[in-house]
T-cell receptor, first 113, second 112 residues
Framework: DTAVSQTPKYLVTQMGNDKSIKCEQN?????MYWYKQDSKKFLKIMFS???????INETVPNRFSPKSPDKAHLNLHINSLELGDSAVYFC????????????FGEGSWLTVV | GNSVTQMEGPVTLSEEAFLTINCTYT??????LFWYVQYPGEGLQLLLK?????DKGSNKGFEATYRKETTSFHLEKGSVQVSDSAVYFC???????????FGKGTHLIIQP
């Protein structure tokens, strides 16, 4: 079974649309994250949720809104998509007592045209 | 704040060559250190980690030692294979709910 799963893996959409990426972890972890990887492969944290509460909200446009219905899920909703939003988005999770290892999903490749 | 600096690639080696990818960090306290690998078209996989000074992480023939005195966590492998071609990321975490701070990644290309 996949520990951290996210859907869809590939998404091509037009500018101005609204889209969501879903993420689920079956590891029983307390903390979940969203990371963005740009075209130069640089990885940057966007959001962190601990037990359904937002802990980190890095400087991202407010068009991006994370939603955590429960501890095992952290979805990313993006409004009014722009060309610059094209990237790979990674969901991740960690248990605070697990030696700090963060486990990543397989990524969602978003292309805005 | 925390930061990670790693050698930028691409790094091109011949099969069976010795590999070193340098990584240094700046952090407050005692972070945990990681190497992640990303194969073409795939997600991030944990390669190895070390949680305290002088710990050595190892996996799949790769090794890295947590050196607090030089704030380094260099990745090494004695004999690389074509299948090792990937992007390698050095990262650190301060623990708790902190996320990872990544280096910019090193693209490794192994030629037969």
């Amino acid at each position: 079974d996949t520990a951290v799963s996210q859907t869809p893996k590939y998404l091509v959409t037009q500018m101005g649309n609204d889209k969501s990426i879903k993420c689920e972890q079956n590891l029983g972890h307390d903390t979940m994250y969203w990371y963005k990887q740009d075209s130069k492969k640089f990885l940057k944290i966007m959001f962190s949720y601990n037990n359904k509460e937002l802990i980190i909200n890095e400087t991202v446009p407010n068009r991006f809104s994370p939603k955590s219905p429960d501890k095992a899920h952290l979805n990313l909703h993006i409004n009014s998509l722009e060309l610059g939003d094209s990237a790979v988005y990674f969901c991740a999770s960690r248990a605070q007592s697990a030696g700090n290892t963060i486990y990543f999903g397989e990524g969602s490749w978003l292309t805005v045209v | 704040g925390n930061s990670v600096t790693q050698m930028e690639g691409p790094v091109t080696l011949s099969e069976e060559a010795f590999l070193t990818i340098n990584c240094t960090y700046t952090a407050t306290g005692y972070p945990s250190l990681f190497w992640y690998v990303q194969y073409p078209g795939e997600g991030l996989q944990l390669l190895l980690k070390a949680t305290k000074a002088d710990d050595k992480g190892s996996n799949k023939g790769f090794e890295a030692t947590y050196r607090k005195e030089t704030t380094s966590f260099h990745l090494e492998k004695g004999s690389v294979q074509v299948s090792d071609s990937a992007v390698y990321f050095c990262a650190l975490s301060g623990g708790g709910a902190d996320g990872l701070t990544f280096g910019k990644g090193t693209h490794l290309i192994i030629q037969p």
